[in-house]
């Protein structure tokens, strides 16, 4: 494979997935470049989920919807083809998970619409850089999500409690981490939650739902943010007859500068 | 007409539109509550004016969405009934105005979608409550609003460029302006220029396409704003066979409270 000299490292990312030399999780691929979970949906249900995620903007915040049928975001990133840009693919026929695969080409179809959702790899990465600990990338390990008892709002077939993902941290930070995150409407914003994990339906932190649990230390608050496994979730509960998602962690690379979403 | 002691001054002024009593434009009215720009599509052209909103997040952010056929949108307010309670209606055929008319009770359909978009009177009320001079509120006219050469991402048959409003204000003010409206996404946010209004197209400051003229100062630059006159222009430019706006200035009042829009 040939790569332009001057092609930017999102870019270059994308290109290597497209070859299929990158089948791996993108965790710290392009550093200040935005990730994006992916939702590709036939074009008789992409209105429902468009309205699912404006109502629920916390959990669902869109980076980019495509025309039907288009394979193209380019408002996403140069030359970004959809059926080949992500390291690995996740196909769902009647809400069963039926193959994992390194390209669309032999299920693309006019009518899909590609919906890429903002994720919170973006804002581990501005957290880090203002000095504070985020708990699973110095343990190297998965972010801890769960399922909560907050409601999102339904559109359509797509309902379902809002998921949650758990960064533990003294009283100082968290404050931080709000006025960071805050900045960041597009990669979730500021946290939906701090403190008793009761009050938002989760009975024990040591079992997270999705990903790894981490250690929450003395003198330590958990700080709760909204997750884009939210809409996910609502797809697969929905159990439709036909989607495709990135595979957890190979996520779309875009050109998108995180800093360049800042609200403010 | 009875009014329960209790209602707020938004649920009142709904109420007071919906037995006929309020017809005239809402500024000024319900102070602390958002109100809202309307328009109502049918459910075949519903999908697509939801991308252009989406794709077009400044001119275009979304209060809220019904349910196809549903005249309710609960999450703006108590008993909100959106073909009764907003004081004014145009309805469009084929791109023409056809009527103005203060209930659709004649002209609803159960395929019909309501779009409530934010509109930048409430940021108008934060920018006095900080003491800035809003100049079309100081002389008690309308605020201008400026065709530009910027486009905006389409969607379907919706395209066009941005609409933009103007207010006058020396550096400093201007400077504070950004700081206050980056709190409201949803009400337009953050100014998209300021300063030499060709950059964006506009050849005279003293002829708006829409609104009308106020004087800019020696040391004051005009501050611009993206507006909510967007997407009429937009369906306008369409010419798409049936659909329903406010009269202009004659808003859809919410319950929502505009600090409770504040992204930080």
């Given at each position: 494979m040939s790569i332009a000299p001057d092609a930017t490292e999102s870019h270059h990312a994308r290109l290597r997935a497209r070859s299929g030399e990158l089948t791996k999780p993108t965790a710290g691929l392009a550093p200040g470049y935005?990730?994006?979970?992916?939702?590709?949906?036939?074009?008789s249900l992409a209105s429902d989920f468009l309205l699912f995620c404006q109502r629920n903007p916390r959990s669902c915040p869109?980076?980019?919807?495509?025309?039907p049928g288009d394979p193209h975001l380019p408002s996403l990133?140069?030359?970004?083809?959809?059926?080949t840009?992500?390291?690995?693919?996740?196909?769902?026929?009647?809400?069963?998970?039926?193959?994992?695969?390194a390209n669309l080409h032999h299920v693309w179809r006019d009518d899909l619409v590609s919906f890429a959702i903002g994720?919170?790899?973006?804002?581990?990465?501005?957290?880090?850089?203002h000095g504070i600990d985020v708990r699973h990338m110095s343990c190297g390990c998965n972010v801890p999500m769960y399922r909560t008892h907050i409601p999102?709002?339904?559109?359509?077939?797509?309902?379902?409690?809002?998921v949650v993902s758990m960064r533990p941290m003294k009283a100082a930070d968290a404050i931080r981490a709000v006025q960071i995150t805050s900045r960041f409407p597009a990669l979730h914003g500021a946290?939906?939650?701090?403190?008793?994990?009761?009050?938002?339906?989760?009975?024990?932190?040591?079992?997270?739902?999705?990903?790894?649990?981490?250690?929450?230390?003395?003198?330590?608050l958990p700080v709760f943010w909204a997750c884009g496994v939210?809409?996910?979730?609502?797809?697969?509960?929905?159990?439709?007859?036909?989607?495709?998602?990135?595979?957890?962690?190979?996520m779309l690379v875009t050109d998108l500068k995180t800093q360049s979403l800042a609200a403010f």
């Amino acid at each position: 494979m040939s790569i332009a000299p001057d092609a930017t490292e999102s870019h270059h990312a994308r290109l290597r997935a497209r070859s299929g030399e990158l089948t791996k999780p993108t965790a710290g691929l392009a550093p200040g470049y935005v990730q994006a979970n992916l939702a590709i949906l036939p074009r008789s249900l992409a209105s429902d989920f468009l309205l699912f995620c404006q109502r629920n903007p916390r959990s669902c915040p869109l980076l980019g919807v495509s025309d039907p049928g288009d394979p193209h975001l380019p408002s996403l990133g140069t030359d970004l083809d959809i059926r080949t840009d992500v390291p690995l693919y996740r196909v769902w026929r009647d809400g069963e998970l039926v193959e994992e695969c390194a390209n669309l080409h032999h299920v693309w179809r006019d009518d899909l619409v590609s919906f890429a959702i903002g994720c919170s790899f973006s804002f581990d990465e501005s957290l880090v850089a203002h000095g504070i600990d985020v708990r699973h990338m110095s343990c190297g390990c998965n972010v801890p999500m769960y399922r909560t008892h907050i409601p999102t709002a339904a559109a359509g077939p797509f309902s379902g409690p809002m998921v949650v993902s758990m960064r533990p941290m003294k009283a100082a930070d968290a404050i931080r981490a709000v006025q960071i995150t805050s900045r960041f409407p597009a990669l979730h914003g500021a946290p939906v939650h701090l403190g008793d994990p009761a009050e938002i339906g989760i009975a024990d932190l040591q079992r997270p739902d999705y990903g790894d649990a981490v250690e929450v230390r003395v003198g330590e608050l958990p700080v709760f943010w909204a997750c884009g496994v939210t809409p996910q979730s609502a797809i697969a509960a929905a159990r439709i007859a036909f989607c495709i998602t990135h595979a957890p962690g190979h996520m779309l690379v875009t050109d998108l500068k995180t800093q360049s979403l800042a609200a403010f």
